[in-house]
C-alpha cells in the first residue's frame, strides 16, 4: 500500500474518501499536524499506485486493509481521522481494532443503512455519473464539494486546491461506489465506540448531510459535535484554519 510519513510524534492515520490519493488533504492540516504528530496519509486500494488486488472491494476490506498497513508500519494504536467514505473506514477500524485506535474523527460522513438521511435525488445523480474524462467529472462534482454562495465568493478557489499527481481509473469509482452502496452500515454498534470521538460536518454539506452526523453523535458515547457553518462536503479547504484549529483542540483535549 502506497503511502507518505510527515512529521514526529504520536501516529495519526489519514483516511481519505471518494477517489481521492494520500495528497489530497489541506496543507494547512497536514502541516499543523506534523509539527507534533507523525502524519500518515496512503492510497486506499485501487488509488494512485496501490493496487486492486482480488478481493471485492468493501469498506470492511479498506477498514481491514488500514489495519494491515498499521502492523506494517508497527505502529500499535494512532489517531484516526477519516473523510467521508473515509469516516466510513474508520468507523469500522474502531470497531473491528478498538486497541488501534487512540482517538477518532469522522469528518463528512455516515452510518450507513436505512437510519441514515440520503442526498437529494439530484445530487445521488451528479455523483452516479461516472462518464467523461476525469476534468468532466471534477467540474460536475466540486458543487458537491463546494457550496455556490461559498464558489461565487472564491471565483479562483479551484487554483488552491490540492495538487494531485494521481488520477483513479473510472474502474476503482465502480468499485468504490458498489462498495458504498453494498455497506452493511455501524448504526446500531456505534453505542459500542470507546474512543474519544469527533464528529465533524458543514452545515452545507448536500452529499453526506449534517443530520447523518448528529445521529452519530447521539449514538456515540461522550462524542463531540462540531459543525461549520457554510462548510460543504470538502470544508476542511473553504476553512482551513478553523477546521485544523478544531481538529488541533480535540487532539489535544
Keep these: 500500500m502506497w503511502r507518505t510519513m510527515l512529521g514526529n510524534g504520536s501516529p495519526i492515520l489519514l483516511i481519505n474518501g471518494f477517489s481521492a490519493p494520500l495528497d489530497f488533504w489541506d496543507p494547512t492540516l497536514i502541516s499543523k499536524l506534523a509539527s507534533n504528530h507523525t502524519v500518515i496519509t496512503f492510497d486506499n486500494r485501487g488509488i494512485g499506485n496501490t493496487t486492486s488486488g482480488n478481493n471485492q472491494f468493501s ?6 486493509d488500514t489495519s494491515r498497513l498499521m502492523e506494517a508500519l508497527k505502529i500499535k494504536k494512532a489517531d484516526v481521522m477519516g473523510w467521508s ?6 468507523q469500522e477500524v474502531a470497531l473491528s481494532n478498538p486497541d488501534k485506535v487512540e482517538k477518532l474523527i469522522i ?5 450507513g ?3 441514515s438521511v440520503a442526498p437529494s435525488p439530484e445530487v445521488v445523480d451528479i455523483f452516479s455519473n461516472q462518464s467523461g474524462n476525469m476534468m468532466e467529472m471534477l467540474q460536475r462534482f466540486l458543487p458537491l464539494l463546494f457550496p455556490d454562495h461559498w464558489r461565487n465568493s472564491n471565483p479562483n478557489f479551484i487554483q488552491e486546491l490540492p495538487k494531485s499527481s494521481e488520477v483513479a481509473p473510472i474502474e476503482t469509482l465502480k468499485l468504490q461506489t458498489q462498495a458504498i452502496i453494498n455497506w452493511t452500515g455501524t448504526c446500531d454498534r ?6 474519544p470521538t469527533l464528529v465533524l460536518v458543514g452545515t452545507d454539506d ?5 443530520a447523518n452526523s ?8 461522550k ?6 457553518k457554510g462548510g460543504g462536503h470538502a470544508m476542511m479547504m473553504q476553512y482551513p484554519d478553523k477546521f485544523t484549529n478544531i481538529v488541533d483542540t480535540f487532539l489535544h483535549s
Design 59 to 64: 469498506i470492511q476490506q479498506f477498514a481491514d
Design 85 to 90: 467514505m473515509g469516516g466510513m473506514i474508520a
Design 107 to 111: 469528518y463528512a460522513s455516515t452510518c
Design 113 to 115: 443503512t436505512n437510519q
Design 190 to 195: 456505534l453505542g459500542s465506540i470507546t474512543q
Design 206 to 210: 448536500v452529499l453526506t448531510v449534517p
Design 214 to 221: 448528529i445521529l452519530m453523535a447521539e449514538k456515540i458515547p
Design 223 to 228: 462524542s463531540w459535535l462540531v459543525q461549520i
